[in-house]
């Protein structure tokens, strides 16, 4: 039925709050996987843009409340993979849940190119936030690393999001990396994939 006014929020706030609880629980059991190298991986063909067309869809209502400006800009070709969906869709949400999080209110641009030169499909995430200083940079990847002032903009972060995303594009042959000129000037995330 309908819920009363009153009740609305506080609801919001334990679906919001048992959304982070899961993310921090599969994070941990992603990492003891990985470290006892029994992660399961499911590889298929299938096509990049329909997955990031489709799990941009699923976080569209997380997106339209946050009230960050939002674009994204997508190819014309399917952009064929090899790929496990599910662990391939993980990495996505946690890259654009991230420019989310830290783009403090500014704006988050999403792309997915296709790169007939180099045999790639590179995902990007940039956002206008509260950046990333150049000696945390090379470190982010590593298990439980965050940036010096990510705290400020939010304390639910484990350090593990982007660990667990490197080892899912190793596994996968692809790369992921970070840019970012300076804190208080934005970030960019981008992951490549060879195409098949």
């Not at 209110?105 to 997915?112: E, Y």
């Not at 790169?115 to 470190?139: H, M, Q, S, Y």
Request: hydrophobic share 35%.
């Amino acid at each position: 039925g309908k819920l009363p006014d009153a009740a609305v929020e506080p609801i919001q706030r334990i679906y919001d709050s048992s959304i982070t609880l899961n993310a921090v629980v599969d994070d941990y059991l992603n990492i003891s996987r990985i470290e006892l190298g029994t992660m399961k991986y499911d590889f298929a063909p299938l096509s990049f843009k329909d997955l990031v067309d489709g799990t941009v869809g699923e976080l569209k209502p997380n997106i339209d409340r946050s009230g960050v400006a939002w674009t994204y800009e997508t190819c014309d070709s399917p952009c064929m993979i090899n790929a496990d969906k599910e662990r391939i869709k993980q990495v996505i949400s946690n890259l654009i849940d991230n420019g989310l999080k830290y783009s403090n209110k500014t704006h988050v641009k999403v792309s997915l190119k296709r790169d007939e030169e180099n045999g790639i499909v590179r995902f990007t995430v940039e956002d206008g936030g509260i950046g990333i200083a150049p000696d945390v940079l090379g470190k982010l990847f590593e298990k439980f690393v965050r940036a010096n002032n990510a705290n400020k903009a939010n304390i639910r972060g484990t350090g593990l999001g982007l660990y667990v995303a490197r080892e899912i594009i190793r596994v996968h042959k692809g790369r992921i990396f970070g840019e970012s000129v300076g804190e208080g000037k934005g970030s960019k995330f981008t992951v490549e994939l060879p195409l098949s």
